[in-house]
């Protein structure tokens, strides 16, 4: 069963250009997640849909960051315009609700670089 | 606002030693994850630990859950190079609803031969 998919896996931009990551997650999972980790840090939360419904995004910028999540399958995450400080690791896991030992599985990461 | 904490942040151990990495928590929860990273790899789940007094082991590694303290610890047993990784819990808060996985700042785990 393939995991969870993002692309790019490297992305570097010049400041205020806007960059865009893309996240197909496991199969039937209803939950995907999209975390900001930068380095040596612990990954920290943007936004949390179920289904195609953004459940939190309390912690996403929403000043330079937008999020999507197409008919509760695929999702993309853009930055536009790229500032510096957002050069970071940009993770995507996904999990099925409903099921209490569920766990959440993570892609690779983009790695985004704003020179 | 859950709060998660490790410690150490760094631990150098040699290999066949053992030590434990502590995960403190701030609110209620039941349900606790610890996850690996190797570096720039991505985060490979560990242990699912779903209610007090779970303990889960893996090869040289024990989770435990100490949901009245808020406490789990990662126990490594005579320890080998393989294991060296940064280590995260996260947690799931005891809100109905709230499915927001919150980590812990990691430990930085070298094993010098």
């Known amino acids: 069963e393939a995991g969870v998919v993002q692309s790019p896996r490297y992305k570097i931009i010049e400041k205020k250009q806007p960059v865009a990551f893309w996240c197909n997650p496991i199969s039937g999972h209803n939950t995907l997640y999209w975390y900001r980790q930068n380095l040596g840090q612990g990954p920290e939360l943007l936004i949390r849909y179920e289904n195609e419904e953004a459940v939190d995004d309390s912690q996403l910028p929403k000043d330079r960051f937008s999020a999507e999540r197409l008919k509760g399958v695929d999702s993309t995450l853009k930055i536009q315009p790229a500032e510096l400080g957002d050069s970071a690791v940009y993770l995507c896991?996904?999990?099925?609700?409903?099921?209490?030992?569920?766990?959440?599985?993570f892609g690779q990461g983009t790695r985004l670089t704003v020179v | 606002e859950l709060k998660v904490e490790q410690n150490p942040l760094f631990l150098s151990m040699q290999e066949g030693k053992n030590y434990t990495i502590y995960c403190n928590y701030s609110?209620?929860?039941?349900?606790l994850y610890w996850y690996r990273q190797d570096p720039g790899k991505s985060l490979e789940s560990l242990f699912v630990?779903?209610?007090?007094?779970a303990v889960k082991q893996e090869g040289r590694l024990m989770a435990s859950l100490d949901t009245k303290a808020r406490l789990s610890t990662l126990h490594i047993t005579a320890a080998v190079h393989d294991l060296s990784a940064t280590y995260f819990c996260a947690v799931v808060p005891r809100n109905f609803g709230n499915e927001k996985l919150t980590f812990g700042t990691g430990t930085r785990l070298t094993i010098i031969p």
């Open positions: 630990l779903l209610s007090n007094g």
């Open positions: 896991a996904s999990s099925l609700i409903g099921v209490w030992d569920t766990e959440a599985f």
């Open positions: 609110t209620t929860s039941d349900r």
